[in-house]
């Protein structure tokens, strides 16, 4: 648009001036022909000219077939290995702690002891308490509803503890910053693996490391 609003105006007058008759008669047409290609082969030289163009964008740097291992089961961390440490496969990498799943955990054991002890007394008193056999079905099936649940929280515990899929050199994630209120402290920042992040909770789904080959 500049070097167009730059030579629109001396082609308008060029125009006008080769309109009249009797001043196109005054024109030296070699200087005009001079003019007319230095003209052309600047507008050419400046169209030529490498104008910067710069673009800035993050990158990130990722080791080649690296696996990643993610935090199963939310937790407080206690325990973590370091960068650059070899391990092998099946090693631990690192221990969580929940303390409202324990919790849990410890209840739901009582209440199914509880509910089989139940179930013993059902069963001792069902050959002179007719009644006491037909509660039996119930009391089985609240016991294995008990069970189930347990068994689901002990896999969920099971889960904190994180191992390696596979051999490598324990590597960083990348680097997170997290952007809270004034007013608000970040569970952690940059890597979990840091020393200052140690007793951390760790979200479900949070990148712990990366195993692979530096």
Do not use: K
Not at 45 to 57: E, K, N, Q, S
Request: net charge positive.
């Amino acid at each position: 648009f500049v070097v167009g609003g730059l030579i629109a105006g001396p082609l308008w007058s060029l125009a006008v001036l080769l309109r009249d008759a009797s001043r196109r008669r005054q024109v030296r047409w070699s200087r005009a022909g001079w003019a007319t290609g230095l003209t052309a082969a600047a507008v050419v030289a400046l169209g030529l000219l490498p104008f910067p163009c710069r673009i800035t964008v993050p990158a990130m740097l990722e080791p080649r077939q690296a696996c990643r291992v993610y935090v199963s089961a939310p937790g407080t961390l206690r325990r973590a290995v370091q960068p650059g440490q070899p391990v092998p496969r099946g090693a631990v990498l690192a221990r969580l702690e929940n303390l409202e799943l324990r919790r849990e955990i410890a209840g739901l054991t009582g209440l199914r002891d509880l509910q089989q002890t139940r179930l013993d007394n059902l069963e001792r008193r069902r050959v002179g308490d007719p009644s006491a056999g037909e509660q039996i079905p119930v009391a089985q099936e609240a016991l294995g509803d008990l069970q189930r649940r347990l068994e689901q929280r002990l896999a969920d515990e099971q889960r904190l503890t994180l191992s390696a899929p596979v051999a490598g050199t324990v590597l960083p994630p990348p680097m997170v910053r997290r952007q809270t209120l004034e007013s608000e402290l970040p569970f952690w920042t940059e890597s979990p693996l840091d020393a200052s992040n140690r007793d951390a909770y760790l979200e479900t789904g949070t990148l712990l490391c990366l195993i692979g080959d530096p």
